[in-house]
């Protein structure tokens, strides 16, 4: 296998996972400097006319760091995109990120559409897609997209209920290209172990949530670095998919974490006016109470890093 150009240059194997509101610009550009792939998703540029601002604006950045620091490595951006009837952006979305020759495009939910894969594919870019399921990688892959991610039990967000050690190992058998693992990654032991299983890449989200840059409260930080693996909830009821949560926010809402009803998933909306009834819900992975402080995200690379290097010496690899 080939490992596609935009994946190749790295400082560590981990691509940086799209966050709900957390996803800021402060945070891309900080993952990027510290040569990883970092992302967002399109619709945290709202009203729709900022994507294209964000880019503009991300890419100058980016390209103003690289000439002030010619040795370091800068990881490319990546930008999420909602594959799902009610996201009425789409195409405006896709068609920006063109534009701007966005190297990596992380579709969700359903398999993106022709059109959007020939309209990456002409200047070269790839598309990853997020997966929980076996059906779900096989429409992807007649899709003709170019990497899956693996959304594994225990990951903060969208998350799927198979162990990584089987979603791995199924993929693999069918599939010889780019993987990164989704799942309670926040070390860099579980970064080489994710590697071990046969992934290619680290998807981390969780973990960026307390860094300093990220684009949350102080009280959802806070929550995240005094939070367990048991204070995390899997439901459907606040987008219609399952999920985890952060039970202190759920019962913030005046909801009971033990008994939440069922959500109807065909109410599921991403749309430019869908309402933000639950945007105070907070979701978090199961590595959560990994995570006892809130450095920055240059000084958080530092530490995987090291502790990857330390792993791979361990193993004797």
């Not at 534009?99 to 309209?119: C, F, G, T």
């Not at 693999?172 to 032991?189: E, N, Q, Y």
């Not at 399952?242 to 749309?271: Q, R």
Request: with cysteine; glycine share 8%.
């Amino acid at each position: 296998m080939t490992m596609p150009a935009a994946l190749q240059d790295l400082s560590l194997p981990v691509i940086a996972s799209p966050m709900f509101i957390a996803s800021g610009l402060a945070l891309v550009a900080a993952q990027c400097k510290a040569g990883i792939v970092g992302s967002f998703p399109a619709l945290n540029a709202r009203p729709a006319e900022m994507l294209d601002v964000w880019l503009t604006d991300l890419q100058r950045e980016l390209a103003d760091y690289a000439a002030a620091n010619p040795g370091k490595k800068v990881g490319p951006i990546a930008v999420n995109q909602i594959v799902h009837q009610s996201n009425d952006r789409l195409a405006h979305d896709v068609e920006v990120c063109v534009k701007h020759q966005i190297p990596i495009i992380i579709s969700s939910l359903r398999a993106p559409p022709r059109e959007m894969m020939d309209a990456v594919h002409s200047y070269g870019g790839i598309v990853l897609h997020d997966i929980v399921s076996i059906r779900h990688a096989e429409k992807a892959l007649e899709a003709g997209v170019d990497g899956l991610i693996l959304v594994a039990a225990g990951a903060g967000g969208h998350a799927g209920a198979l162990s990584p050690f089987a979603l791995v190992g199924e993929i693999r058998k069918m599939f010889k290209g780019p993987i990164a693992l989704s799942g309670s990654i926040a070390t860099g032991d579980a970064i080489l172990a994710a590697q071990a299983m046969g992934a290619d890449f680290a998807y981390i989200g969780s973990r960026w949530l307390a860094t300093k840059e990220s684009n949350v409260s102080d009280d959802y930080r806070d929550a995240i670095v005094e939070s367990t693996a048991a204070d995390v909830v899997y439901t459907n009821l606040f987008t219609g998919v399952h999920g985890n949560y952060l039970k202190k926010s759920i019962v913030a809402a005046g909801l009971d974490p033990d008994n939440l009803p069922e959500s109807d998933k065909s109410k599921m909306s991403f749309g430019s006016g869908s309402a933000k009834a639950w945007r105070d819900i907070w979701g978090a992975g199961q590595g959560v109470g990994l995570m006892d402080d809130v450095p920055t995200v240059a000084d958080m690379v530092v530490r995987l890093t090291a502790e990857y290097m330390a792993a791979r010496a361990r193993l004797a690899l």
